[in-house]
């Protein structure tokens, strides 16, 4: 299944004309310019096109593939706990770019690399509690670029989120677009993705007949989901749900399973990754006494889709389109056939 979807996403979508071969445009001066750009509502600016960037997590490292800019990489750190690699359309991306870790990154990681830019976020590598934060590395001279998804907005310590999940998408390939030179490629890869997600919102439920939807990532005594400021929030909309954890301002965060009971979600979305498989999850889900009289637990209406899928990554129109085919065979007043 992974490679006819790697198939599909190579003949289907723009994604293809970047991550599948495509050669870089030419950058003109732009090596020698300062380029500056908006990053977590700052103004950041770079002497210099990065050539040896190093990136943290699956979904950001793809970012950079999909811009076709595994020239300009050092290397990436990634648990291997985040799905098979052989079948995704970056497959040579992975296979010419080193993988530095299987945690995350370290300073002494970057340090080695030579990296001339950090490209991570706010729980995908930058911590305060270790101190890789981006401060820290401007003091050892090395610059970073913030995951827009993750950006903090202020309302609490550590909550995220300032726009909407697809909009940060654009956002970042925008800005990486300007920053290596690419900016023709990043346009027509927003394109085809606004296009993709398009097609699905005009077959989506409407109105009353668009199922409740809720996020599980993990957790048993407190599960962990998606607010509105993750990328479930517009995976589920686009394809046709409604979050019911829409109006939690903040992006990936714990809640309370009696909330979860009391806004009875008509299907639950499991985030397959880690040591606890999907099948275990559901299993967990299906079994878990206080849900026994929520809809999609009554009707087994719980749908898969990988970690990356679901953080923001060019893998996210994909995994709308894909929802969005589940949930028009959702009816709400009989069960569905689960995945």
């Known amino acids: 299944m992974r490679k ?16 599948c ?35 943290n997590d699956v979904g ?4 950079m593939f999909a811009l076709g800019l595994e020239n300009r990489m050092a290397g990436f750190a990634m648990p291997d706990d985040k799905g098979d690699l052989n079948g995704v359309p970056w497959k040579d991306g992975y296979d010419r770019v080193k993988w530095l870790s299987k945690d995350q990154l370290t300073k002494e990681n970057v340090l080695d690399a030579r990296a001339d830019l950090v490209f991570a976020g706010w729980n995908y590598g930058f911590r305060d509690d270790s101190g890789f934060t981006p401060d820290a590395l401007k003091k050892l001279g090395v610059p970073s670029y913030i995951l827009t998804e993750s950006c903090r907005n202020g309302r609490t310590e550590s909550s995220r989120g300032i726009m909407p999940p697809l909009q940060a998408l654009y956002t970042d390939l925008t800005n990486l677009g300007k920053l290596f030179g690419v900016e023709k490629r990043a346009a027509s890869l927003i ?9 699905v919102r005009a077959k989506a439920p409407r109105g009353e007949a668009r199922p409740k939807v809720f996020l599980y990532d993990s957790g048993q005594d ?9 990328a479930p929030e517009q995976i589920i909309s686009e394809a046709g749900g409604v ?23 008509d299907v639950i979305v499991i985030c397959d990754y880690g040591d606890v498989s999907a099948a275990q999850k559901k299993k967990f889900l299906l079994s878990y006494a206080p849900l026994r009289d929520v809809s999609a637990v009554k ?12 953080v923001e990554s060019p893998r996210n129109p994909s995994a709308i ?19």
């Open 4 to 19: 006819l979807l790697a198939a599909a996403l190579c003949l289907a979508t723009t994604v293809t004309a970047t991550g």
């Open 21 to 55: 071969g495509a050669k870089l445009e030419s950058s003109g001066d732009a090596k020698s310019a300062a380029i500056t750009l908006t990053n977590c509502d700052r103004k950041v600016t770079y002497d210099k096109v990065p050539e040896r960037v190093v990136t």
């Open 60 to 63: 950001i490292t793809e970012l």
């Open 191 to 199: 394109a085809g993705f606004k296009k993709e997600i398009a097609s």
């Open 222 to 230: 407190q599960p962990f989901t998606s607010g509105r400021y993750a």
């Open 243 to 265: 979050n019911v954890m829409h109006d939690v301002d903040d992006s990936w965060t714990t809640v309370g399973w009696e909330s979860v009971v009391e806004r009875d979600p």
């Open 299 to 310: 009707h087994r209406r719980i749908f898969v889709l990988d970690y990356v899928d679901l």
């Open 321 to 339: 389109a894909r929802l969005g085919a589940y949930l028009r065979t959702v009816s709400l007043k009989s069960p569905a056939t689960p995945r």
